[in-house]
């Protein structure tokens, strides 16, 4: 186990028996949930919490509410939601509105559009 982990659990460990029963509980019910995942699963959670933490403060607020908004749905609600893949958006930043002509002063061309015309011909 990685040693900054191994010193997190040990600190955890150090800590339990000071929480009250409601937290033991919130505990004990998460490291039974991590303990079922599989390592692919932990590294992509992993994953996606590094992420989370690299965003603008803006866009935590944005994920924090949409967050909120999906934790309040009902169980059979959140399934249809996992089901067509929205909540995996929840991280993805917005798109930027591709950059015009005119639009920073020095005659930019969006990426998005072609200088020629390959149907036109001479």
Do not use: C, H
Not at 33 to 40: D, V
Not at 65 to 80: F, I, V
Not at 86 to 109: F, H, I, M
């Amino acid at each position: 186990m990685e040693n900054l982990r191994k010193r997190k659990w040990l600190g955890i460990a150090e800590r339990f028996p000071a929480m009250n029963s409601d937290q033991q509980a919130r505990i004990q019910q998460r490291m039974r949930e991590w303990a079922s995942l599989t390592p692919e699963q932990r590294a992509k959670v992993r994953d996606t919490y590094k992420d989370f933490t690299q965003l603008p403060d803006e866009q935590k607020r944005v994920v924090r509410e949409k967050w909120g908004a999906y934790s309040s749905l009902p169980p059979e609600e959140r399934q249809r939601v996992r089901e067509n893949n929205k909540s995996s958006r929840l991280l993805t930043p917005p798109a930027q509105p591709p950059v015009t002509e005119g639009a920073t002063g020095d005659n930019s061309v969006s990426p998005l559009t072609s200088t020629s015309n390959p149907q036109s011909k001479p």
